[in-house]
């Protein structure tokens, strides 16, 4: 067969655990179910992140991988963390780009946040991919998928090229397969975005065949479409491996097709290089790739999971609502030095990378002059702001008890981020927090999140600041 007239194949895995570490003490606790080993991560590390590694597939297919799940291998996992470092780097050396795609840092659901909490998770997360794989990245991952207009809008300013959406999230003439489509934006602008085939995807994740057989599956697939297009397949990473066991083999044999057969493996980037988008659609808006209810699974619960789900909208109610109280005090303080607050969070990063220290980042943004007691001020309002993102990640929302551990986790965030404001002003936003909790009620406990909160307080160090007792909590791992 002519080269020509091959068609092409991307798998993108998207690589992400949840944060598991105590909010407190940032140590990961044990996990017996994990057993043998001591928790989730080392578990899919080995059954998975490593195998793949050791394989060089990484090299050949599309990924992004989160911030939570890449600075725990970092320290845990050093050997497989570097390996994936390392195949960015070598693709990037043979095709001159990036087969990583960023992801916004916390995961949070970006339709459901404020347009400059969209653009800081996505400039945080551009500026975390760069700072470990040390070139810029050519597209982003959306949490879950979801999306509306205005997340695109806010990719598309950050100078991002693209972003990957499922089939049912778009309404328009699919023939070119994965694409890449155009989507028109407000501003006349457009954004990439490529097109993954759910069933496809969906076959993998929920019935993967025998290593044997998935070329010849995939041939199958591949020939029965237009010849030239491509064909995304994008599941979660951890399907090749840990979900299903001989999945990395099936990875390898996906990725290793010989001259005979139907495709060739590439990746988004460079496809999108040698074919630039021609066809317009439309994108669905509040859709995502695991709820089908208008993003009802993050924001007022939905059929997607069992029991009650208005907790969900009570606590993101109380989310909301303190996140306005923070951003108004530590807007203020900003404004009063004569500096735009939501630029200078968003340039903090280089803080939370440790590119440099807080005292140098306050002097390079011309507030060196100040007192050390308003310096520390205002490095403990961003602080505050890390938490107060950090709130919001999907995880907390996505299950189907407020007594899990993810919403307790977005909760003590909570508390962390109100004791960095109470240190750094004096102004104490812990009753009205606790009110705005006391309306989220457990469907299994009947508990409400205010008696969650206290039990997190009860259970948490504290420690003697000039403003009273505050939490001692260190910054987690996840940038
Ligand atoms: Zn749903």
Redesign the pocket.
């Known amino acids: 067969m002519a080269s020509s007239s091959r068609s092409f194949l991307c798998i993108h895995g998207h690589f992400y655990q949840p944060p598991r570490e105590d909010p407190f003490s940032g140590e990961y606790r044990i996990e017996p179910e994990a057993a043998p080993f001591p928790n989730w991560n080392a578990r899919i590390t080995a059954e998975c992140y490593a195998p793949i590694a050791n394989a060089g597939i990484f090299e050949r297919i599309s990924f992004n991988l989160g911030g939570t799940l890449a600075r725990w291998m970092d320290r845990h996992a050093g050997e497989t963390y570097g390996k994936i470092v390392e195949s960015v780097g070598r693709y990037y050396r043979r095709f001159n780009l990036v087969n990583g795609l960023a992801q916004s840092v916390h995961h949070t659901i970006l339709p459901l946040a404020r347009g400059r909490d969209k653009r800081c998770q996505i400039r945080w997360g551009i500026r975390s991919f760069e700072s470990r794989f040390g070139h810029r990245p050519d597209g982003i991952w959306l949490p879950e998928m979801a999306v509306d207009y205005s997340v695109l809008e806010a990719v598309a300013e950050s100078g991002l090229w693209f972003v990957v959406l499922s089939d049912e999230q778009v309404r328009g003439d699919l023939s070119a397969g994965a694409g890449p489509y155009k989507v028109r934006l407000s501003t006349d602008r457009f954004v990439t975005v490529f097109i993954r085939d759910r069933h496809l995807s969906n076959s993998f994740s929920f019935n993967m065949p025998a290593p044997k057989v998935a070329r010849t599956w995939i041939n199958d697939t591949v020939r029965s479409r237009p010849s030239g297009g491509l064909t995304l397949l994008a599941t979660d990473g951890e399907t090749f491996g840990h979900h299903h066991r001989h999945g990395v083999d099936v990875l390898q044999e996906l990725t290793s097709p010989g001259i005979h057969d139907a495709y060739e493996i590439t990746t988004l980037g460079h496809h999108l290089r040698q074919h630039p988008p021609a066809i317009e659609v439309e994108v669905l808006e509040n859709t ?1 790739w ?8 993050w924001a007022t619960g ?4 069992a029991g009650c789900g208005y907790w969900k909208g009570a606590l993101r109610r109380a989310l909301d609502n303190l996140s306005r109280d923070i951003d108004e005090i530590y807007a203020n303080a900003v404004r009063s030095r004569d500096l735009a607050p939501w630029a200078l969070r968003d340039d903090y990063i280089e803080v939370l990378l440790g590119k440099i220290d807080g005292p140098t980042f306050l002097a390079q943004h011309h507030l060196g002059h100040l007192s050390s007691i308003a310096q520390q001020r205002i490095l403990g309002l961003l602080e505050a702001q890390v938490y107060r993102q950090r709130m919001f990640t999907s995880c907390a929302f996505f299950f189907e008890d407020l007594e899990r551990i993810e919403p307790r986790y977005a909760i003590s965030n909570a508390i962390q981020a109100i004791a960095l404001v109470r240190y750094a002003t004096g102004d104490d936003l812990t009753s009205s927090f606790r009110r705005d909790l006391s309306v989220a009620l457990s469907p299994t406990t009947r508990r409400s999140g205010a008696q969650i909160m206290s039990e997190i307080l009860d259970q948490a160090e504290m420690v003697e600041s000039p403003l009273g007792g505050s939490m001692r909590m260190t910054r987690p791992d996840d940038l």
């Open positions: 995502a695991s709820c089908m209810h208008n993003l009802g699974r939905c059929a997607c999971t």
